[in-house]
């Protein structure tokens, strides 16, 4: 289970820090994520498109503090108005981590980011992270919902940005971990991802990650399995709230 844990965390504090030269640790983190494809008049389908994709846009608000923008929980559903998600655990066979575990998570990831407490508090939080066969599977899904500084918000953009980040992986010794820019399904659209190979553990880790944008926030989630048909597999569990 720590593999399985600690890994998502790691792509997504090495993602962040590849994506800014600054040392400020508010601005590293949130240099990260920011692209997906907004709806079209047509339906959107899975073969390769000409038309440059966007981050996944929702309604702005004015409100400045994170926590407004964090889901909620009841009887393990998560659902967050904001950003129009929700992630039903017990109806796709899920186990949502405890409080006090995501808390441990999120700590990992503070110290692995360089940030103090207090940027953290005002930028960045895992609000959900559940693991498949009802918590003894080897698929899994994280929300994390963060304040952005400089968001990419363009598939050339997001193309900048796995460049840096393919780089920094090889810097830093590891070679056995791949990303590139991809694109996946997310709510019956068609959208930019960042995607991850990983063959350093005991089997393949194919990892998905999509970024929907409201205002200077964003929620990031992260899908984890053993083939990129099953972490999209995971990423169709999550609907829509309207």
Do not use: W
């Amino acid at each position: 289970m720590k593999k399985n844990i600690f890994i998502p965390i790691l792509f997504l504090s090495v993602m962040m820090t590849a994506c800014s030269g600054k040392t400020n640790a508010e601005t590293t983190a949130s240099q990260v994520e920011t692209t997906v494809v907004e709806s079209t008049t047509e339906v959107p389908t899975t073969e390769e498109t000409t038309t440059q994709a966007e981050v996944i846009q929702e309604e702005t608000h004015a409100e400045d503090d994170i926590q407004y923008y964090r889901g909620r929980k009841e009887d393990s559903v998560y659902t967050n108005e904001v950003f129009n998600i929700r992630f039903d655990a017990p109806a796709n066979n899920y186990k949502m981590e405890s409080r006090d575990n995501i808390a441990q998570m999120r700590d990992i990831f503070i110290k692995q980011a360089g940030m103090t407490q207090e940027e953290a508090d005002e930028s960045i939080y895992m609000d959900l992270y559940a693991t498949s066969e009802n918590g003894t599977g080897v698929s899994n899904v994280n929300v994390v919902i963060e304040k952005m500084g400089t968001p990419f918000e363009t598939e050339t953009e997001l193309e900048d940005v796995v460049a840096k980040l393919q780089e920094q992986y090889k810097a830093s010794g590891m070679v056995n971990v791949s990303v590139e820019s991809a694109k996946a399904m997310f709510n019956g659209r068609e959208t930019i991802a960042m995607s991850a190979t990983d063959t350093s553990g005991d089997y393949t880790v194919y990892r998905k990650q999509i970024y929907i944008k409201s205002g200077n926030f964003m929620a990031i989630i992260t899908a984890s399995s053993t083939s990129e048909e099953k972490a999209q597999k995971c990423l169709d569990a999550f609907t829509s709230l309207k």
